[in-house]
């Protein structure tokens, strides 16, 4: 059982950034695939960008290039920097951890979210 906890979200400006931390109560080996997901009012749960065990990350198109997701197992924490904030990145974002396992097929685990309001 892994148990996620977000933090480092809030209020910033336009061009601001923040840096998100999700630690992991459980211990997340490098077999975890991370994830942070974010969503806004009234839209889809959406990923943001995706880290696996092995260190390759995945970004969603918008993120590219402002966005930085990366992981520390030995903390068992995993964080997302974020650059050149705007508006539209205004969501609540969320920690997510998944694991594949032959034996019990696919483990997914949340954490509460963290909001980030961007102003302009």
């Known amino acids: 059982q892994v148990q996620l906890v977000e933090s480092g979200g809030g209020l910033v400006q336009f061009g601001g950034s923040l840096r998100l931390s999700c630690a992991a109560s459980?211990?997340?080996?490098?077999?975890?695939?991370m994830a942070w997901y974010r969503q806004a009012p009234g839209k889809a749960r959406e990923l943001v960008a995706r880290?696996?065990?092995?260190?390759?990350?995945y970004y969603s198109d918008s993120m590219k290039g402002r966005f930085t997701i990366s992981r520390d197992n030995a903390k068992n924490t995993v964080y997302l920097q974020m650059n050149s904030l705007k508006p539209d990145d205004t969501a609540v974002y969320y920690c997510?951890?998944?694991?594949?396992?032959?034996?019990?097929?696919?483990?997914?685990?949340w954490g509460q979210g963290t909001q980030v309001t961007v102003s302009s």
């Open positions: 880290i696996y065990g092995y260190g390759d990350s």
């Open positions: 997510n951890a998944d694991q594949w396992r032959a034996d019990s097929g696919w483990s997914d685990y």
């Open positions: 459980g211990s997340i080996t490098s077999s975890y695939r």
